[in-house]
T-cell receptor, first 113, second 115 residues
Framework: NAGVTQTPKFRILKIGQSMTLQCTQD?????MYWYRQDPGMGLKLIYY???????DKGEVPNGYNVSRSTTEDFPLRLELAAPSQTSVYFC????????????FGPGTRLTVL | AQSVAQPEDQVNVAEGNPLTVKCTYS??????LFWYVQYPNRGLQFLLK??????LVKGSYGFEAEFNKSQTSFHLKKPSALVSDSALYFC?????????????FGSGTQLTVLP
């Protein structure tokens, strides 16, 4: 049981480039989340999903897109990378969303130059 | 909208001494409260949560937290700190109803346990 896995671990992008951050969970969780972590700022929710085919915006969705075609996968897409998107990105999942613990992946450190 | 405050960016404690990491919150209704820990270059790991019931919650690695409704606090405590407890600690809160977007994290407290 690998839990939540994320790829890549590190990535450097040039301004205007695009990329997809991959997230997969093998716990059959319904809910999945994408957060970004900036120094001294805690975690901010970018997007979340309550099941395959259903996604919704979080607190900071601008510049990002998501899809959820399967229960296991929840990729995050950056279309036109900007320096403001330099951050550490965490994917998480939970069985239910109200009282359940969220399980986090190891993170992707993204730098946009 | 709810909010979480972790008033101390950094807490230093000697090994073997008790430790406290502070958290206060603002939310409508009875809150759901969580503590997570982050070790260097790792994702967040769940420590404990308060949903309802006994105000004293026990969690992983000997940590506990006390829910104090009148003071709107949920401080994390451990009777005897270990050097291996050194990490970044996050408090989080969400209201009892509402969508998943309403889990709010504090800014984090860096705990350093000195040998």
């Amino acid at each position: 049981n690998a839990g939540v896995t994320q790829t890549p671990k590190f990535r450097i992008l040039k301004i205007g480039q695009s990329m997809t951050l991959q997230c997969t969970q093998d716990m059959n969780h319904n809910y999945m989340y994408w957060y970004r972590q900036d120094p001294g700022m805690g975690l901010k929710l970018i997007y979340y999903s309550v099941g395959a085919g259903i996604t919704d915006k979080g607190e900071v969705p601008n510049g990002y897109n998501v899809s959820r075609s399967t229960t296991e996968d929840f990729p995050l897409r950056l279309e036109l990378a900007a320096p403001s998107q330099t951050s550490v990105y965490f994917c998480a999942s939970s069985f239910r969303q109200s009282t359940d613990t969220q399980y986090f992946g190891p993170g992707t450190r993204l730098t946009v130059l | 909208a709810q909010s979480v405050a972790q008033p101390e960016d950094q807490v230093n404690v000697a090994e073997g001494n008790p430790l406290t990491v502070k958290c206060t919150y603002s939310v409508s209704g009875n809150p759901y409260l969580f503590w997570y820990v982050q070790y260097p270059n790792r994702g967040l790991q769940f420590l404990l949560k308060y949903i309802t019931g006994d105000n004293l919650v026990k969690g992983s690695y000997g940590f506990e937290a006390e829910f104090n409704k009148s003071q709107t606090s949920f401080h994390l405590k451990k009777p005897s700190a270990l050097v291996s407890d050194s990490a970044l600690y996050f408090c989080a809160v969400r209201p009892p109803s509402g969508s998943a977007r309403q889990l709010t994290f504090g800014s984090g407290t860096q705990l350093t346990v000195l040998p």
